[in-house]
């Protein structure tokens, strides 16, 4: 076959899997696809989008209403069941939905979907952990993760987009990809997470969640990658005239697998010191960074880790791990320790508490660190390997 003659420049149609933007309250994987399709839709006015979502039931209203005209809006009403039964035996191909032939399909994380082999796929992979930990999920989850099949996806597709070099080492060792077509597009920071909050934003947000005047926080799902509960151990380690004047406030939506984590602070002899805040909106972020003396986030593993970018942004010193892409973006600028060693972290925790200059020069290296990390330029990397991508039919992987 021979290579398209289409180019950019000619206008392209490019359909877009946006079903992990029907939730009410976004994670981690919904905030990376609203900013990455803001930026791209800022940037890109000659492309045709069609985003694609579906849901029985009408979850219209928590879908981002962009206004560009080159953004068109495709929504099915199946049984979830139903549609991802019919993509796994092939009987539907999701490009089919769409008014147009479509030239690329663009899934911003892993889903059910199958396609004609004569649509180019774009995916991003940002992490393996569910192929790394498999402990830490759910049967349930695990057995998403065999139907939706994520090699076969990454050897099919035409570019794979990372947001870290550690990600793509991942894939290149566990699902032997060829190197060539992933593509490392560090992401951005939301501007609603990175603006410097007011005094009377944060007076706001203190009383909402009627936070001490002094914290150590962590914010993040509620699951055991997050390493929680190496952390409530680290945290009753310190000396008490820290915990005293410190506590651990844990932020964030509730996860799988997490009885044990909550249990360690019901029963922790620190209990009255270690509160869970629950769900944080985006417009609270900022501020709850802000008003926290000590952001810390000892996970096992990530693709890339946003809450930490987010913290050093707003001006936070940071205690992060040194193991997955932790190290690789935050460099220099946060303290590094062993997740596995809730000793290390203890340590790590004093160190900057009882050390206001130590605890400065972090707060700087971290504003410097954040600073380099754009969706703007996100943006424009994934258009120029938009280009790059087109590839012809005997480039592309077989499939093992």
């Not at 003659?5 to 946006?18: A, H, K, Y």
């Not at 569910?130 to 996806?153: A, S």
């Not at 550690?166 to 490392?184: A, M, P, R, S, W």
Request: charged letters at 25%.
């Amino acid at each position: 076959m021979k290579k398209s003659s289409r180019t950019f420049n000619n206008d392209m149609n490019i359909g877009v899997d946006i079903r992990s933007l029907m939730a009410k309250n976004r994670t981690g994987v919904g905030e990376y696809t609203l900013e990455s399709l803001n930026a791209i839709f800022k940037l890109d006015k000659k492309n045709q989008y069609f985003l694609f979502y579906n849901s029985y039931k009408d979850l219209d209203k928590f879908i981002p209403q962009w206004e560009e005209p080159n953004v068109h809006y495709v929504s099915t009403r199946y049984s979830n069941k139903i549609l991802n039964l019919a993509l796994t035996t092939k009987i539907l191909r999701l490009n089919r939905l769409l008014p147009d032939r479509i030239d690329y399909w663009y899934s911003p994380n892993i889903n059910f979907l199958c396609l004609d082999k004569n649509v180019k796929h774009i995916i991003t992979i940002h992490d393996l952990s569910f192929k790394i930990f498999p402990e830490f999920y759910t049967y349930k989850q695990r057995l998403w993760h065999l139907f939706t099949n994520p090699k076969k996806q990454c050897r099919q597709a035409a570019l794979i987009i990372v947001p870290s070099e550690n990600t793509k080492q991942d894939l290149i060792q566990h699902y032997q990809i060829n190197e060539e077509k992933i593509k490392v597009i560090y992401p951005g920071i939301s501007k609603k997470c990175s603006q410097i909050p007011s005094a009377q934003n944060k007076i706001i947000v203190q009383k909402k969640y009627n936070l001490p005047e002094n914290f150590i926080l962590f914010l993040g799902s509620i699951e055991p990658r997050k390493n929680i509960l190496g952390l409530i151990e680290a945290f009753e380690k310190l000396p008490a005239h820290l915990t005293d004047k410190y506590p651990l406030l844990i932020a964030g939506a509730s996860g799988w697998k997490n009885h044990s984590i909550y249990e360690k602070a019901i029963k922790s002899k620190l209990k009255n010191q270690i509160k869970f805040l629950g769900y944080i909106s985006k417009s609270d972020k900022s501020s709850l960074y802000s008003l926290a003396k000590l952001f810390i986030f000892p996970s096992f593993y990530e693709g890339f880790g946003f809450p930490v970018i987010e913290a050093m942004k707003i001006g936070t010193a940071v205690i992060t791990s040194n193991r997955s892409s932790l190290p690789e973006i935050c460099e220099s600028s946060a303290y590094l320790i062993d997740p596995n060693n809730s000793y290390s972290l203890m340590l790590g925790i004093k160190n900057i508490l009882e050390n206001k200059t130590l605890r400065e020069e972090y707060l700087k290296r971290g504003l410097m660190q954040a600073s380099k990390y754009s969706w703007n330029d996100y943006a424009k990397n994934w258009l120029e390997n938009l280009v790059l991508s087109q590839v012809t039919d005997n480039q592309i992987d077989e499939i093992s």
